[in-house]
C-alpha cells in the first residue's frame, strides 16, 4: 500500500513537469501550415465579410470565394481577431480555450457530478491528457479537432442521461443533436458524430428521441449554410467539395467498397507515425485486459466510443492521427480506470492481466508511451516562431513596394505579412496543382507562377525538391527566374523580365 501511495505522489510530480513543458511551449510556438491554411479564411471573413484565398488563388476559384472551409472554427477566429487583433496566437488561442472549456467539463461531469473518477484517479487521466502528443499540439493549433472534443464529450453526457432517464427528456435530445450538428460545420467530418448519436438512440430502443434529435442537428447544421447564396450556392461548395477535399476517392462509385477500403486502413491512425504507436500499444493492451470490466460497469460510454470509432473509420478517407481527438477522451477514461485497477491490484480486469510477466509488459510499454510522447511534445515546446523573422526577410529581398508585389511562400509566410503584400500565394498549391498537372516542375513550375503575376518566389526544403529547384545556385537563371539566395531552409528567386 505504501508503495502505491508513492506512486501517485511520483505520478503527480510527472504530472507538474508536464504541466510546466506545456506552459513553456504555449509561448513563442511555432507556427503550424494550418494556422496560416485556416487562419486566412478567418482573416479575409473578417476583412471582406467572406472567405476567399489567395495562398491557393488558381485552384476552384478559392480567390473568389471558399465554401469548404472549418465554419464553425472560421466565426470563432473572426470573433478573436476582433477582439485581439489578426496574429497567429490570437487564432491558436480559440483551441487553448476550447481545451481549458474541456478540462474543466472533464472534472466536473467525471469527478464531481457523476463521481466516476476519485481525486487519484483524474491524476491518471491529467496526466495521460496532457502527454499525449495530440493535445499537447492541437490545443494550441487553429484546426477545430479540440473544439469538436469538447462538444462530443457534452453529447455523450447528454445522450446517456437520456438513455438512462425514466422520464421524456426531450430538451435533452434535443440539445445533443444540436452539438452534433455543430459538429459538421466544424468540421464535415463531424457527420461521423451524428451518425454514432442517432445509433446509440437507437442501439438502446429510444425509439421516440430520434424526432428531436434529428431536429437538433438540423439545426445546428443550419449555421454550416451561412455562407452560402445565390451565385455562391449548393453547386459551387459540391465542386469545391469534390476537388478539394475528396480527391481522387470521389470517383468511387461503389459506397460499400469506399467505405470498406477506409476501414482497411483504418490501423494506420494508430500505428502509422511513431507519434501515435506508443499510445495505441498502451491502450489496446489494457483495453483487451479490462473491456469485460468496461462493458458491464460503462456500457453506454463503450457503445458510443466504439460507434464514433466505426464511423470516424468509414467516413474519414484521411488517417490524420489528430482525429483520434474526438473519442480521446472516452480513451483516457477507459485506460485510468484499468490502470487504477491494476496498480492497486483491484478485481474486475481479465486474470491475465494481474500477473506478473503482464505487468512487466504493461510498464514497459507505459514508459515507451511517455518516453516516445515526450520527445515530440520537447520538440514541440522548443520550435519558436520569430514574429520579426518574415519582416527582415521581406526588408532585405524585396526592395519594391510591397502593396504591388505578388510572392509565393510558404504559408506561414501570412505571418505577419499579409497586410503588407498584393498577394501572398502557398507554395503548397502549386504541389497541389502538380498532382493534376506533372509539368508544374523545374521551369515548367516558374512559368506556371507567372500566369498569377508573380514577382518573387520562396521555398522551403520540401517544396523546393518537389517542384524542382533542388540544384540551383545563386545567380544562377531559369524561366527569366534569378536565384537570389539558397540557404539550407530556403531558396528565393526573383523574376526579372529584363532578361527577355
Known amino acids: 500500500m505504501m508503495k502505491v501511495k508513492y506512486f501517485y505522489r511520483i505520478l503527480f510530480s510527472l504530472l507538474c513537469i508536464q504541466l510546466g513543458l506545456y506552459i513553456f511551449s504555449l509561448f513563442g510556438r511555432e507556427v503550424d501550415i494550418d494556422d496560416a491554411w485556416l ?67 472533464f472534472y466536473y461531469i467525471m469527478v464531481r457530478w457523476k463521481k466516476a473518477l ?26 477545430p479537432e479540440i473544439i469538436i472534443m469538447f462538444l462530443v464529450f457534452i453529447s455523450w453526457y447528454l445522450l446517456e442521461i437520456t438513455i438512462n432517464s425514466k422520464r421524456t427528456t426531450w430538451h435533452v435530445t434535443l440539445i445533443t443533436g444540436i452539438l452534433g450538428g455543430l459538429c459538421v460545420v466544424a468540421h464535415l467530418n463531424g457527420v461521423a458524430v451524428v451518425l454514432a448519436g442517432g445509433i446509440l438512440l437507437l442501439w438502446n430502443r429510444k425509439w421516440n428521441h430520434i424526432i428531436p434529435y434529428s431536429l437538433g442537428v438540423i439545426i445546428g447544421l443550419s449555421l454550416y449554410f451561412y455562407d452560402f447564396n445565390s451565385e455562391y450556392g449548393f453547386l459551387f461548395w459540391k465542386n469545391q467539395l469534390f476537388q478539394s477535399v475528396l480527391g481522387n476517392d470521389s470517383s468511387t462509385s461503389n459506397i ?13 491512425r494508430f500505428f502509422h507515425n511513431p507519434s501515435i504507436i506508443g499510445f495505441s500499444l498502451l491502450f489496446f493492451t489494457l483495453l483487451t485486459g479490462g473491456f469485460k470490466y468496461l462493458k458491464i460497469n460503462h456500457r453506454i460510454m463503450l457503445q458510443y466510443t466504439f460507434l464514433l ?138 512559368t506556371k507562377t507567372r500566369e498569377f503575376d508573380i514577382d ?45
Open 39 to 105: 487562419g486566412e479564411h478567418a482573416y479575409f471573413m473578417a476583412k471582406d465579410g467572406h472567405v476567399h484565398s489567395e495562398l491557393m488563388r488558381g485552384w476552384d476559384f478559392q480567390e473568389d470565394r471558399v465554401l469548404i472551409h472549418h465554419k464553425l472554427m472560421t466565426l470563432l477566429g473572426v470573433v478573436f481577431i476582433n477582439t485581439l487583433g489578426f496574429s497567429v496566437y490570437s487564432l491558436k488561442a480559440v483551441s487553448l480555450v476550447f481545451f481549458i472549456l474541456f478540462l474543466a467539463a
Open 118 to 143: 476519485n481525486h487519484r484517479q483524474f491524476i491518471i487521466a491529467s496526466f495521460l491528457i496532457f502527454t499525449f502528443h495530440y493535445t499537447f499540439k492541437f490545443s494550441f493549433l487553429f484546426r
Open 256 to 268: 460499400m467498397a469506399y467505405m470498406a477500403n477506409n476501414l482497411l486502413k483504418e490501423h494506420m
Open 309 to 446: 470509432w466505426l464511423f470516424v473509420a468509414l467516413v474519414f478517407t484521411q488517417k490524420s492521427r489528430q482525429y483520434i481527438l474526438i473519442y480521446f477522451p472516452f480513451f483516457v477514461f477507459f485506460m485510468t480506470l484499468i490502470l487504477d485497477k491494476l496498480i492497486n491490484n483491484m478485481p474486475g480486469l481479465a486474470n491475465w492481466i494481474y500477473r506478473k510477466p503482464s505487468k512487466i509488459m504493461i510498464l514497459l510499454l507505459a514508459i515507451f508511451y511517455l518516453v516516445s510522447t515526450s520527445y515530440y511534445n520537447i520538440q514541440t515546446a522548443k520550435s519558436k516562431f520569430i514574429p520579426d523573422y518574415n519582416r527582415a526577410l521581406s526588408l532585405t529581398y524585396f526592395p519594391e513596394n510591397h502593396a504591388t508585389l505578388n510572392i509565393v511562400a510558404p504559408m506561414e509566410f501570412i505571418f505577419n505579412e499579409i497586410t503588407y503584400f498584393h498577394c501572398i500565394q502557398g507554395e503548397r498549391l502549386y504541389t497541389t496543382l502538380k498532382a493534376h498537372d506533372k509539368s508544374i516542375c523545374g521551369a515548367g513550375f516558374l
Open 456 to 500: 518573387y518566389i520562396i521555398l522551403s526544403p520540401p517544396y523546393r525538391r518537389d517542384l524542382g529547384m533542388q540544384s540551383l545556385k545563386v545567380g544562377d537563371t531559369l524561366a527569366h527566374f534569378r536565384v537570389l539566395c539558397n540557404t539550407h531552409n530556403m531558396i528565393i528567386l526573383k523574376y526579372e523580365p529584363a532578361a527577355l
